[in-house]
């Protein structure tokens, strides 16, 4: 099978329609299809964007259709979170709704999908069923297919407490949202639920060293900053933080927590999630990633995989 993978999409249904234009997907039986090819989505379906339902009911159908495959990304897992109560909080969601300092801005963040189903109760728990069937990661022949960090260990340890086909269950939510109430007891390679789901779909961030802070794309001070994890060189903070150039040259050539350093491993991944700009191209002989900032104006972008076991920019199909 060869196959499309694209991007995350955050509810820019008319970027996807021309993507799958582009890449040569026509629309027949109530599904977009490609007679030799089939899309895998990374996740990251929801939020930002104008058309949320549009863009949902494309992706679903081409899925049910047989015509794509795809997997969860943050976003379907925040709207799981933040649509199931906290049975440790009465009143209150796994993803808080009222807590100081963090409802309105889990709202603000996830306004826009709830725009559009809020006042549609039964379509809104219809669309979260959804979003619990999807995997979190897909390994087909050839390839592996993660929203944000391939992690070997985690995914090793996360198996037996999936269900079949690597998906969450509700139950396991809670546990799935119990975040440490100590930084440092995020920053080993000690797995929990929490900490194995929070890498594979947000990536590894580690603490930054006393000092240091960065602002984020929607202007959030962080202390803790995401690594470059498929490259395996990427030892230090200063090489390792994925931040702007002129921000990541601020931080010391001090090394990285080792359990940080993974590296990309000898079969081509596939991820999104971190808003990368400027024109498509690899991180390495093994790694793509496949989101262009497609949810803040910048492209969707696509990569054209017909099995070859060294990746290559020249593969990448964009829509801005």
């Not at 802070?213 to 200063?238: L, P, Q």
């Not at 496949?290 to 803040?296: P, T």
Request: one cysteine or more.
């Amino acid at each position: 099978m060869a196959y499309d993978i694209i991007g995350d999409i955050h509810g820019q249904a008319d970027k996807l329609l021309a993507l799958l234009q582009r890449l040569g997907y026509r629309q027949r039986a109530g599904a977009w299809r490609h007679p030799q090819r089939q899309v895998i989505f990374v996740g990251d379906y929801i939020d930002r964007g104008p058309a949320q339902l549009r863009t949902l009911d494309l992706v679903r159908r081409m899925t049910e259709a047989g015509s794509a495959l795809a997997i969860l990304g943050n976003h379907e897992l925040n709207a799981i979170a933040w649509h199931t109560p906290d049975p440790r909080a009465p009143g209150e969601y796994l993803r808080p709704h009222f807590r100081p300092g963090r409802g309105e801005k889990n709202r603000r963040q996830h306004a826009a999908f709830l725009a559009e189903v809020e006042h549609r109760p039964a379509l809104h728990a219809e669309l979260i069923d959804w979003f619990l069937s999807l995997p979190l990661w897909l390994e087909l022949p050839g390839l592996r297919v993660v929203h944000a960090c391939w992690h070997a260990p985690f995914l090793e340890w996360l198996r037996p407490q999936l269900r079949d086909g690597h998906y969450l269950s509700r139950e396991r939510m809670p546990s799935v949202t119990d975040e440490p109430a100590e930084e440092a007891e995020k920053d080993n390679a000690c797995p929990s639920l929490f900490k194995a789901v929070e890498v594979l779909t947000k990536g590894i961030e580690v603490a930054l060293p006393a000092g240091h802070h960065f602002h984020d794309k929607d202007g959030t001070r962080r202390e803790r900053v995401r690594v470059r994890w498929w490259d395996a060189d990427a030892v230090s903070y200063r090489r390792a933080a994925i931040l702007p150039d002129a921000a990541r040259e601020l931080l010391p050539d001090a090394p990285i927590p080792a359990h940080a350093r993974i590296g990309a491993g000898d079969t081509p991944v596939f991820f999104g999630h971190y808003w990368l700009s400027g024109t498509p191209r690899i991180q390495s002989a093994r790694a793509a990633c496949v989101d262009y900032s497609a949810g803040k104006g910048g492209a969707l972008v696509a990569y054209r995989f017909d099995g070859e076991e060294t990746l290559s920019s020249e593969r990448f199909v964009a829509v801005d």
